[in-house]
Every structure is written in C-alpha cells, then in structure tokens.
C-alpha cells in the first residue's frame, strides 16, 4: 500500500491539514501525520486535534523553540531518520513555517515526492522568514496546490511546469465551513466581558514585535484603537514578553489573554466589527466571514484577500482612522469571496494526488 507522510508543526498548519487528510480517507492509501513539535503550547497545538478531529500525531518530534537554524536544523534530523525508515510515497507539507521548509529539504534529498499545500504565495518581502520559505519549498516540489489564481502566476514566472500547478481552494476555509455551526459569537464576547461591538487584534510577527521602537509605537497605537471600541488580544508568547515590556496592560476597553482554540477564537473572529491582524490564516479566515480586516503590514502574500475580501492594508500611522471608517460603516452585507473557497478544497486535493500518484477508491 502506497503511504503519504504529512508534515505539520504550527497553528496555521493544522486546519489547512485537516480536510486533506479526512479526504484521503476515501483512497486506498496509508497516512502518516507527523507534528514537528516547532509549536508546543496546548492552546498553539494540542487544542487544533482536540477540537478539528485531528487524528493524533503518528509522532511528535517536539524540536519546542530556538532560532530558526536551530529549529530547522532539529526538524531535519527528525525527519530524515524517520522518512529514511517509513520510505513514503509521498510528503504533503502545508503553509510557509520552519517545518515545511526542513521536510522540503529532507523529502527532496532523498528522492520523495513532494506536495506543498498553498504554494505561490509571494509578499516579494525577503526581510519575512515566511517568504524566504515559501519560494525553496515551491522550487523542490514535484506537485503545487494553489489556493488562487495569483499563485499560478508566480510559480509560473519562477519557471514551475505546469503540469504541476493545480487549483485547488482553500483548505483552510473548509475547516472553517465545517466547524461554523460552532461558532457562538454571544457566548465568546459575553465570556470576555465584550459587548455587541468590539475588535479582536492579533500581532507576532517579527515587523511588528521584534524592534523596540515598533512595539513600543504598536503599543501607543493599541491602547489608542481600544478607545475607539474594546479589543481582545490574544497574545502569541513570541509577542508577549515585548509588548509587555513596552508598557502594554489589560484593564479597560483591551483585553488581553492566552492564546485560544480554534472555535473560541473565530467565534470572537464572527462577530467582531474589525479584526486587526499581522496574520496570513486571519486574512482568509475574514475575508470568508465578512469581517473587516485591517492587515498590519506593508504587504500581503495573500492580495486576494483585498481584491476578493473584506482585507486592506495599514500602517501604525494610519490604522486609528481606518478604524475609525470601518466602524463607522459597519459590516458589509455582501462581499465577494475568491473562486473556490467553498469548504471543498480538501476533496480536490485527495483528487488531484490520487490521480497523480494512481491511488484507487477504499
């Protein structure tokens, strides 16, 4: 029997994972989910499998935190003693974290055919880790499954056959689709104290964290927005420490809290009247739901969002009074949402490799 090894290692991998492997089910073909351990705290990991119906990780590498040398380098290691020892047919890896890139490297040395789910996206930003990831991966993969038509023009022009780029929507938005019953904005906001109208903010990344000058502006910019309307903030604990140590406080209109699972999160996500964001999966997950987005970077490798969403780009400069707009108009009654993301995506996947690779119907 044919095997597929998956590799996830972060909390935006695990929704995008979630649908592909549930599709596959349906094939004759044996599954492998490995979890690199490159996020460890329950409300990062453990919570994605308890609550998407994850089957629980084959084995956890557990490489925790460190640079992203020693992160990558830890990955693959792991991961070459265990591909060397299962031989799979297949590696499927997902996004554009550390963990994809250490199983592209690995897969690729060794001769594995290689799967990247969500290929082509570009920010054309090298100073973003992400990016310097995204554009290895895509250059060994021998399959490239794209979640918009901007993608394919960007491999394209790297030079990827086309044979080897495939449409296929938006994992991501299928986990979505199938949890949305669950999603109960009263009860989240009532939990946090949150009346009918409130944003939720989430921040990490190195631009916005890293830099003393930027967090310590992020912060002035933080409380400034709260007075417009309360803001839960569910902070990331590479952001934390920084923030914390540029003057950030609870009490008030900002609420600040641990990390949340998945249903409790977008079900503050749902109903808020803006998000504000550094996050790739919050710009789709928005965009989805009708929710405002204020994006708080110079750019975006996800511009379909903006074109097809309810996603804009801001700055620290601007974001009081694009704020201020959006609250002002309200949630739109209608927007257009990009080709594909209708909660399928997971099945034209299982699709497209069991075509490529002849794996029969279980």
Known sequence: MSRVVHITGA??????????IRALQSYIVEQTLVHTGQHYDRQLSQVFFDELGLPLPDLNLGVGSGSHAEQTGAIMVGLERLFVELRPDLVVVYGDVNSTLAAAIVASKL???????????????????????????????????????DAIAHLASEGAGVDSIH????????????????????????????GETYAVATLHRPGNVDDPTTVADLVEVLHAVADQAPVVLPL??????????AGLRPGGSL?????????EFLSLVSGAAAV??????????????????LTL????????????????????ADVEDQLAQVLAAGRPESWPVPPLWDGRAGERIARVL????????A
């Open 255 to 263: 609420v600040i809290t641990e990390p949340l699972g998945y249903i």
């Open 354 to 361: 069991s075509r490529e690779l002849g794996w029969a119907h």
């Open 236 to 245: 990331h604990p590479r952001g934390r420490e920084r923030l914390f140590a």
């Open 297 to 316: 970077r110079p750019n975006t490798e996800r511009p379909v969002t903006i074109t097809d969403g309810t996603n804009r780009l801001v700055t620290l």
């Open 11 to 20: 909390r935006p991998n695990f929704p995008k994972a979630a649908p592909v």
């Open 111 to 149: 001769g594995i055919r290689l799967c990247h789910v969500e290929a082509g996206l570009r920010s054309f930003d090298r100073s973003m880790p992400e990016e310097i990831n995204r554009i290895v991966t895509d250059r060994l993969c021998d399959l490239l499954l794209v979640t918009s038509a």
């Open 167 to 194: 449409l296929v929507g938006n994992p991501m938005i299928d986990t979505l689709v199938a949890n949305r019953e669950a999603f109960d904005a009263i009860r989240a906001r009532t939990r946090h104290g949150l």
């Open 276 to 293: 504000i964001t550094d996050s790739g999966g919050v710009q789709e997950e928005t965009t989805f739901l009708g929710v405002p987005c």
